[in-house]
């Protein structure tokens, strides 16, 4: 009798254990698929927050889709006037001897500003109907070397940004896309003569810096 008893004990220990084993097992499996969820959860909100800041860079990037291209030849030269089919004109014929770049406060020569754009330089053209208020930001902002800065009768827009073979109507000195396609064109892949001198040249009526 005594002996059957400790049996049944033994049997009633071994069924507690596994019992006890059982839910253990079950309790880590639950624990498992808790930080499984918990890491799925995380990599969801990581790659959506990668995403949107992608998203908003790319959003609040300026929109160079605007560039007007055009093929020119370089290095015709003439020294009578030109009559060019852009307004200011980005390439074409123009004069031997080439603007001397810095800013001007009259308009300057079409065919020897040309020839500035043709080493390197980018000609930024305004409405001389701008606010003076304006017109001093511009000046300012521009890099002070390989740049045209003058005003301009008859532009398409009140700022227009002109390279060799390269043209963008901005909407104001305030467009943001000024300073990208300064960037992208003055003394860029597409410069003719490029290593030429942006100095050496001609001075035109006007110049200020």
Known sequence: MAKKNQQDARTARQAQLEAAR?????????????????????VAVIGGLVGWAILHQESNKPQMGAVLSFDYPAGKHTNTPVKYAETPPAGGEHSPTWLNCGIYDKPVPNENAVHA?????????YDPKLPTADVEKLRKEVPNTFMVVSPYDGLPSPVVASAWGKQIHLTGVGDTRLAEFIKSYRLGPGTPELGAACTGGMDADGKVA
Do not use: F
Request: proline fraction near 0%; charge should be positive.
């Open 22 to 42: 059982a839910q253990q097992a079950k309790a880590d499996r639950r624990t498992k698929l808790t930080i499984i969820a918990a890491g799925a959860t995380a």
């Open 117 to 125: 754009l043709e080493h390197g330089a980018v000609w930024v053209t």
